[in-house]
């Protein structure tokens, strides 16, 4: 850890005013190492001011960056609100979040850990998966809501919630980057002009670290679904020899916290997926998808989709990160067809998620020239 330098000595009464700082660009908190507990740090603070550092200290390489001048108000531990300015242009703004990004993992002298508080099950709020599935088949995404709180366990003085998903590596696939979550841009928590968001994805070791902020605007009390968790199955999993395995996807390193950065502790819980072995159960004679003809796949710009005996409410294509592409809300009947056009979307995997009146029920097709 760096420690603040004394510049200024009371002669008289023996006393130490320090008035400059050593800054390592996103390691808000100055604990040695930058994570996603640092930008809730950073969105406390956000829209602070402060002198700038100097022109030759500005910037957001990993490395010492001297603050010849401190600002007016420090954060709880003592850390000065100038190491929320990253990039030491003298504001708190938007920008200053990528320097977590671009240098997030690395440390520097000593490491002070966080430290991660798991709460108690039906006392404590609680971040948990909830899945529209039980059952998912090899080769096919998943898409998990992420909540927090419920109605008899709301959440009081939301700001900021750093998380981690936690899934194994040998089931999920690593060619989208593991995981991936996204935030819903109507949640309780805040709009996407009221919040700062990002992910970070390990696929090798099967985490995915997420951070959520308000920028400086007050708490918000409530509950529900924050945004989504996405990740796709490998097209075979290694060692799946039987018709489905279980598997668990959890959450851990939680940490709550509100515009003081006082915590909330709360209760990380575990999901069940249980996983169909595609060799066994054959796709198109699964009862799910038997009632639903989707084709061509691979297709150019043109699918169609057939609804045999299920009445079709929505379809919704999703790219491999998991992001929403296009909404069809035209409903069909049973024993209709539709035909999908995707004109501007480049080529690549994506996967249809077609909601019925009986299920949903996610298909993975690859859009070719």
Request: hydrophobic share 40%; charged share 15%; proline share 4%.
């Amino acid at each position: 850890m760096n420690f603040l330098r004394i510049s200024i000595c009371l002669y008289f009464c023996g006393l130490s005013i320090v008035s400059s700082a050593q800054i390592w660009p996103g390691d808000v908190n100055n604990n040695g190492i930058t994570n996603n507990v640092d930008l809730l740090w950073y969105g406390s603070v956000y829209n602070d001011k402060g002198p700038a550092r100097q022109p030759g200290q500005q910037g957001t390489q990993w490395e010492n960056k001297n603050l010849m001048d401190l600002w007016p108000n420090n954060f709880p531990n003592g850390v000065n609100h100038a190491f929320g300015d990253c990039d030491g242009d003298g504001e708190v703004e938007f920008e200053d979040a990528f320097p977590i990004i671009l240098n997030y993992n690395k440390t520097h002298n000593v490491v002070t850990t966080d430290v991660f508080n798991q709460g108690i099950e039906g006392i404590n709020q609680p971040l948990f998966l909830t899945s529209n599935t039980s059952q998912v088949i090899e080769g096919n995404p998943i898409v998990l809501s992420v909540n927090l709180g419920t109605e008899a366990l709301p959440i009081n003085d939301f700001f900021g919630l750093a998380f981690t998903v936690v899934y194994d590596p040998t089931i999920f696939s690593p060619n989208f980057g593991g995981g991936s979550f996204l935030l819903d841009n109507n949640s309780w928590i805040g709009s996407d002009i009221e919040t700062v968001d990002f992910f970070i994805q390990d696929p090798v070791s099967g985490r995915v670290d997420v951070g959520i902020t308000r920028k400086n605007n007050g708490n918000v009390n409530g509950f529900g679904a924050l945004g989504n968790f996405f990740i796709v199955i490998e097209d075979h999993v290694v060692g799946l020899q039987e018709p489905s395995i279980e598997t668990q996807i959890w959450l851990e390193d939680v940490k709550l916290l509100n515009d003081t950065l006082s915590e909330t502790i709360v209760f990380a819980d575990t999901i069940d997926i249980t996983i169909l072995n595609d060799d066994i159960i054959n796709f198109t004679q699964n009862e799910e998808f038997s009632k639903l003809k989707i084709y061509p796949n691979p297709a150019n710009r043109n699918i169609w989709i057939e609804s045999k005996n299920q009445v079709i409410h929505r379809i919704e294509l999703f790219n491999s990160t998991g992001y929403s592409m296009e909404n069809f809300f035209q409903q069909m009947k049973t024993n209709e067809s539709i035909e999908l056009v995707f004109q501007s979307i480049p080529v690549g995997i994506y996967f249809l998620k077609i909601t019925t009146t009986e299920k949903i029920i996610t298909q993975k097709i690859t859009i070719s020239e």
